[in-house]
């Protein structure tokens, strides 16, 4: 997004900071739901098909095939796929979460 240039001035003067905070109040405001998976979490290095992890990969690599079990992937597709499957498995962790207090918090009215 820092590329276009329109954008590029307002993102850097709010920072990545507010912008998950709006972003966070938008999607509450229209009953959707947000998560933020962490920063230094590996998707471009993690196959999404496999899940393999590779060690070291310079940003120069745009393209590369996973050594165990050969798919291949553009960098930023992969990081893409790899990105919606924590951000779902997270929220699948959630709604287990939300399910097992609403079973045994006492005191908890409506339904």
Known sequence: ???NHSLAQAISNVGWHQIT???AYKAEWYGRDFVQI??????SKRCHACGHLCDAMPLSVRHW???A????HYRDIN???????AGKAILAGADKLREHEQKTTVGRTGG
């Open 1 to 3: 997004m820092l590329r």
């Open 21 to 23: 905070s709006m972003l």
């Open 38 to 43: 962490d920063k230094w979490y590996p998707s």
């Open 65 to 67: 095939d996973c050594p």
């Open 69 to 72: 079990c050969g798919a291949s």
């Open 79 to 85: 990081a893409a796929k790899n990105i919606l499957k």
